[in-house]
């Protein structure tokens, strides 16, 4: 691990399709690009799961899929997205066989560990309901919200894993603020701050 | 989001907006499992190949079951070796049913037509004596060639390529002699896998870049055809014998096999308790549906017979699956029929390993195992054979030889895998005898 530290700059101005061809023989390039999307990869099966036991099951075994598949990555689209392709396919058959429904209760082990226990419930609480409110959005619109607000991507990449246009990502993203702002009233106004 | 996304959204909802942003930045990754996920990256990285498991696998139980399949491998390779008369002369002063059997399949007296292969990144077929495989792409032209399909009558040999993430398909002779585009340079994007309708007029494609669309090529020269499905395609689409389309796949709220007729339509969720991506296959004559469904309150995995109608049930076999295995459940695989209906084969397991090949009788009346740490079954046209791959090398059974009350025959090696062009992967290798 020492050696993965000591070399974390090492890429600093390489874009993620030079990265993924890189990574075909490099493994530190690979780390790279690991680091970079872990983040997106987990919030994107947290907010799909709820569960944070979960979340880095499917986490960890995107990235296991990414390392076997890198060479089938041709640059066609950002790697963002396909790496995206890969965690929904490891969604779909982690939730293959049962209802999509999670225990959010027992979920969202969210480390604050900083936090006064009243903020740390009270961003549960947040975060518990926003998640819970996704469930209750439509599939696309959910979806498109992951996509920018929890995974990050662009208008456009969110556009290519969905197949969609750009301005038709960011009705389907404002149409699902506008639920979302209706199903976690509570949710939304109250600030720990 | 950053904030010049924040501004494109409509004014109402950026307050909105703003909150979910702040909401989602504390939903932070554990930076002891961020930690412990990029050794075990970097650990399968430098055996890639074989990478490492789901990140919460015990090292003392892996390397266990590591030591026993590795031993097992040794003693069933140091068996069929001795038993092959090419692998091992010596073997040939002492001839038993076994190279009976072997010579038997390499004069054409049985098991006739060759077989196909799709391993590393290319695609072989055997030698017509069948002592071993030959590239179909003999002059190395054609780029990644990800896998095959024979047509039904098993006249025509379609080959899925791929050139920079653009699907390519080819078609080739039952000998590899003439190989021409069929599909070049496809908007399809990268492609998967392929397979025929029982006619032979189509060709229906699995993308992985364009999952929610079908494809289905015309093999008369018509083009790609497009269809846009509201569910996603997670298994590499199959004909039925009655010409609908399957397939194992997913919407928002279930996962399960598919359905679509080639009439203006939307695929319908059939069966739910299908749970593998090739653990299903039609009879013969389409008449039933086999399928392994799973039990995880019992831990058992049963293989079971419907006709599509739902109208009869069959219990064929049932196997042990651990419990609380959750995601990491081993699979069935290359479900397939014998020509004549009565029996089928199937793999089943998590990693090359563990996997072992199955033979069930359709009247219910049997579960066999026939081999261990093997995959990718398939039966010949003839219902004499079966090969398999096991512990990088392709092997014959004489299905003549399998009782449910006897212990399975012993296998012949074919040959060894060839080398590929890139990574190998097991789940990539597919077998196929010619139909």
Not at chain 1, 99 to 114: K, N, R, T, W
Not at chain 2, 55 to 69: F, H, V
Not at chain 2, 412 to 429: I, K, Q, T, V
């Amino acid at each position: 691990m020492t050696t993965l530290m000591a070399t974390r700059t090492q890429y600093p101005s390489m874009d993620d399709a030079q990265l993924a061809i890189e990574a075909r023989a490099d493994p530190e390039a690979f780390a790279e690009l690991y680091r970079r999307h872990v983040r997106s990869i987990y919030r994107y099966h947290l907010a799909h799961t709820g569960n944070v036991r979960d979340a880095e099951d499917l986490t960890s075994q995107t990235f296991m899929a990414a390392l076997e598949g890198i060479r089938s990555f041709r640059g066609a689209g950002p790697y963002i997205t396909w790496l995206i392709g890969i965690a929904s396919r490891k969604r779909l058959r982690f939730f293959r066989g049962k209802q999509p429904e999670v225990p959010l209760d027992a979920a969202l082990h969210i480390p604050a560990p900083s936090l006064p226990t009243e903020r740390a419930a009270a961003r549960r609480l947040q975060i518990d309901k926003v998640l819970a409110a996704l469930r209750t959005i439509s599939a696309d619109r959910a979806e498109a919200l992951i996509l920018c607000f929890f995974s990050g991507l662009s208008f456009a990449e969110a556009g290519l894993v969905l197949r969609k246009s750009e301005s038709a990502v960011k009705m389907l993203i404002s149409r699902g603020l506008q639920d979302l702002r209706t199903r976690t009233s509570l949710a939304l106004e109250v600030d720990y701050e | 989001m950053n904030k010049d996304m924040l501004d494109q959204l409509p004014a109402d909802e950026q307050p909105v907006a703003s909150k979910l942003e702040s909401v989602v930045e504390d939903m932070k990754v554990s930076p002891g499992f961020q930690w412990e996920l990029e050794n075990q990256l970097m650990d399968a990285y430098k055996t890639k190949g074989q990478p490492a498991k789901g990140w919460q696998a015990k090292l003392i139980p892996a390397l266990g079951w590591a030591i026993l399949a590795i031993s097992a491998a040794f003693l069933l390779n140091l068996t069929i070796r001795s038993l092959a008369p090419d692998a091992l002369p010596a073997a040939a002063e002492r001839p038993g049913p076994e190279i009976s059997f072997a010579d038997n399949v390499r004069q054409g007296d049985i098991c006739e037509g060759r077989l196909a292969l799709a391993h590393g990144l290319n695609v072989f077929l055997t030698t017509e004596d069948k002592t071993g495989f030959v590239p179909v792409d003999t002059g190395n032209s054609l780029d990644e060639l990800r896998s095959f399909a024979w047509s039904a009558d098993g006249e025509r040999l379609a080959i899925v390529g791929n050139t920079t993430g653009s699907g390519n398909i080819y078609i080739t002779d039952p000998t590899g002699g003439e190989t021409g585009y069929l599909l070049s340079a496809s908007e399809a994007g990268y492609l998967r896998d392929a397979a025929w309708s029982p006619n032979g007029r189509l060709i229906v494609l699995w993308s992985s870049q364009n999952i929610s669309t079908l494809y289905l090529l015309s093999t008369l020269g018509h083009g790609l055809i497009e269809k846009q499905l509201d569910v996603q395609i997670l298994g590499t689409p199959q004909f039925a014998p009655d010409g609908n389309i399957f397939f194992y796949g997913a919407d928002r709220t279930a996962a399960g096999l598919f359905t679509l007729s080639l009439e203006p339509s939307q695929p319908f969720l059939l069966m739910p308790e299908v749970e593998d991506e090739s653990g299903f296959a039609f009879s013969p004559d389409g008449s039933l549906l086999a399928y392994m469904e799973y039990d995880r309150d019992e831990g058992e995995a049963h293989l079971s017979t419907q006709k599509p109608s739902k109208g009869e049930y069959r219990l064929l076999g049932t196997l042990p699956i651990p419990r609380g295995s959750g995601s990491s459940l081993p699979e069935a695989a290359n479900l397939s029929w014998s020509p004549d209906g009565k029996v089928l084969v199937f793999s089943f397991g998590r990693n090359t390993a563990d996997s072992a090949i199955y033979l069930a009788y359709s009247d219910g009346t049997g579960l066999v195992k026939l081999a261990d740490s093997a995959y990718a079954p398939t039966i010949s046209a003839d219902g004499r054979c079966l090969a398999y791959i096991s512990n990088k090398q392709v092997f014959l059974m004489d299905l003549a030889g399998v009782s449910s009350t006897s212990p399975s025959p012993a296998s012949a090696l074919l040959a060894d895998l060839p080398a590929g062009r890139g990574s190998a992967n097991f789940r990539l290798d597919k077998l196929q005898w010619r139909p």
